[in-house]
């Protein structure tokens, strides 16, 4: 079944994550999508390697659904290359800095004069803007400079949160931006620049935490896995693991209150509502962990969702594989990939359209491999690609 965006091409000159896994969403609508990257593999392909001496994860979960073109657009004839490209194309996908954009012809004016329909998404660090805009960075440090790293930890020493989603908030936020570009091409017939940095990303998730200190002053700093304006919020050990409880709202802390035998605090003034209860969270969390601490986590698990409250294991990566829900509903699509010696898991379908899915179809491309097929398609002939391979465009 073709997908909503069938028809429509991406050239993705991304790097990690932020930029590649944007083109990677817009493959699984249905777009078809080219990586392109140095002759001899861009730095992303070889981090972390699960494939022996090759592939690493981020590459393997930000291209899926895409087709592989080495190139060098540095060079004159690799400049030609991509010219003709973007005048085939509908959107380019890079992660870089502004002045590499430009060094490489990938800047929004270059490439607009080549096509004026094409949409450039790029995202840098600090954006193009600014007296950081030179500047380059990870999504550690959109965490560090957000207050997020701040905020994390038991307040010892800052701590950054091992999943990385400063940069899959960008790629969200970088989605979202193209695909408003492209309904609003369908009015205008004209493209546009979208401009995502990860600082903005990593400021905005943490917005409602930086509104409460310049609106009141809180001065938060860090408490472990508690919350600050709810309770019980915290992780607990049961006997044989650890779970992970919450109770926001005063219908869910009645329904704590109960289970825990303890009615009298719904009449305490300590625990009135949730910023009482958050301000009074050492207290709660200790009775919460002394009734974890008898039970299995299965146990607990099974107490707290009869009486309706949130709560869940904490896993490791291999129990989130192995979960009886998560297996169920085949969350993961198992996927082949050359050299690897198990399937590479893909969240399948991560949001669910009832008529026209999301669709996995094609593993991420090995280096190079479909180089011949694209440029065929832009007009090369066999020998003009043996010329660029042989003088190292290709």
Same mark, same amino acid.
């Given at each position: 079944?073709?997908?909503? +965006?069938?028809?429509?091409?991406? +050239?993705?000159?991304?790097?990690?994550?932020?930029?590649?896994?944007?083109?990677?969403?817009?493959?699984?609508?249905?777009?078809?999508?080219?990586?392109?990257?140095?002759?001899?593999?861009?730095?992303?392909?070889?981090?972390?390697?699960?494939?022996?001496?090759?592939?690493?994860?981020?590459?393997?979960?930000?291209?899926?659904?895409?087709?592989?073109?080495?190139?060098?657009?540095?060079?004159?004839?690799?400049? %030609?290359?991509?010219?003709?490209?973007?005048?085939?194309?509908?959107?380019?996908?890079?992660?870089?800095?502004?002045?590499?954009?430009?060094?490489?012809?990938?800047?929004?004016?270059? +490439?607009?004069?080549?096509?004026?329909?094409?949409?450039?998404?790029?995202?840098?660090?600090?954006?193009?803007?600014?007296?950081?805009?030179?500047?380059? $960075?990870?999504?550690?440090?959109?965490?560090?400079?957000?207050?997020?790293?701040?905020?994390?930890?038991?307040?010892?020493?800052?701590?950054?949160?091992?999943?990385?989603?400063?940069?899959?908030?960008?790629?969200?936020?970088?989605?979202?931006?193209?695909?408003?570009?492209?309904?609003?091409?369908?009015?205008?017939?004209?493209?546009?620049?979208?401009?995502?940095?990860?600082?903005?990303?990593?400021?905005?998730?943490?917005?409602?935490?930086?509104?409460?200190?310049?609106?009141?002053?809180?001065?938060?700093?860090?408490?472990?896995?508690?919350?600050?304006?709810?309770?019980?919020?915290?992780?607990?050990?049961?006997?044989?693991?650890?779970?992970?409880?919450?109770?926001?709202?005063?219908?869910?802390?009645?329904?704590?209150?109960?289970?825990?035998?303890?009615?009298?605090?719904?009449?305490?003034?300590?625990?009135?509502?949730?910023?009482?209860?958050?301000?009074?969270?050492?207290?709660?969390?200790?009775?919460?962990?002394?009734?974890? $601490?008898?039970?299995?986590?299965?146990?607990?698990?099974?107490?707290?969702? %009869?009486?309706?409250?949130?709560?869940?294991?904490?896993?490791?990566?291999?129990?989130? +594989?192995?979960?009886?829900?998560?297996?169920?509903?085949?969350?993961?699509?198992?996927?082949?990939?050359?050299?690897?010696?198990?399937?590479?898991?893909?969240?399948?379908?991560?949001?669910?359209?009832?008529?026209?899915?999301?669709?996995?179809?094609?593993?991420?491309?090995?280096? $190079?491999?479909?180089?011949?097929?694209?440029?065929?398609?832009?007009?090369?002939?066999?020998?003009?690609?043996?010329?660029?391979?042989?003088?190292?465009?290709?």
């Amino acid at each position: 079944m073709p997908g909503i +965006l069938d028809g429509i091409r991406v +050239l993705d000159f991304g790097r990690y994550i932020a930029g590649p896994y944007c083109a990677a969403l817009l493959g699984d609508l249905g777009a078809e999508v080219i990586r392109i990257e140095k002759l001899d593999g861009s730095e992303d392909r070889w981090t972390a390697p699960v494939v022996p001496d090759k592939e690493g994860i981020t590459f393997l979960q930000m291209n899926r659904n895409k087709l592989g073109l080495t190139l060098n657009p540095t060079k004159p004839a690799g400049r %030609e290359v991509v010219a003709r490209l973007v005048k085939t194309a509908d959107v380019v996908v890079a992660n870089l800095p502004a002045d590499t954009l430009k060094e490489m012809g990938l800047d929004y004016e270059t +490439l607009s004069a080549i096509n004026p329909r094409i949409i450039l998404a790029t995202t840098s660090m600090f954006g193009s803007e600014g007296p950081y805009s030179k500047r380059v $960075g990870f999504d550690t440090i959109g965490q560090a400079m957000s207050g997020a790293m701040y905020l994390s930890g038991w307040g010892d020493r800052p701590m950054r949160i091992a999943v990385p989603y400063v940069d899959f908030s960008t790629a969200y936020l970088n989605t979202i931006g193209v695909l408003a570009a492209l309904m609003e091409r369908q009015t205008s017939g004209k493209g546009q620049k979208v401009e995502t940095a990860l600082l903005k990303s990593a400021l905005n998730a943490s917005n409602s935490m930086l509104i409460e200190q310049q609106v009141i002053d809180a001065n938060r700093t860090a408490i472990g896995n508690r919350g600050w304006t709810a309770a019980p919020s915290d992780s607990f050990k049961c006997t044989d693991g650890w779970i992970y409880a919450m109770a926001i709202g005063q219908p869910l802390f009645v329904r704590w209150a109960k289970l825990m035998g303890e009615d009298s605090w719904l009449s305490d003034p300590r625990f009135k509502d949730d910023l009482q209860r958050g301000n009074h969270g050492e207290l709660i969390s200790e009775r919460m962990q002394t009734w974890c $601490g008898t039970r299995t986590v299965a146990q607990a698990l099974e107490a707290l969702a %009869e009486a309706r409250i949130p709560a869940g294991p904490v896993y490791s990566p291999q129990q989130a +594989l192995d979960d009886p829900h998560v297996k169920d509903q085949k969350l993961f699509k198992q996927v082949e990939f050359p050299g690897a010696k198990k399937p590479v898991p893909y969240l399948d379908e991560a949001v669910k359209l009832s008529r026209t899915p999301l669709e996995i179809r094609r593993r991420p491309p090995t280096l $190079g491999e479909h180089t011949n097929q694209v440029l065929e398609e832009v007009g090369y002939s066999k020998e003009d690609i043996a010329k660029l391979r042989k003088e190292r465009v290709v």
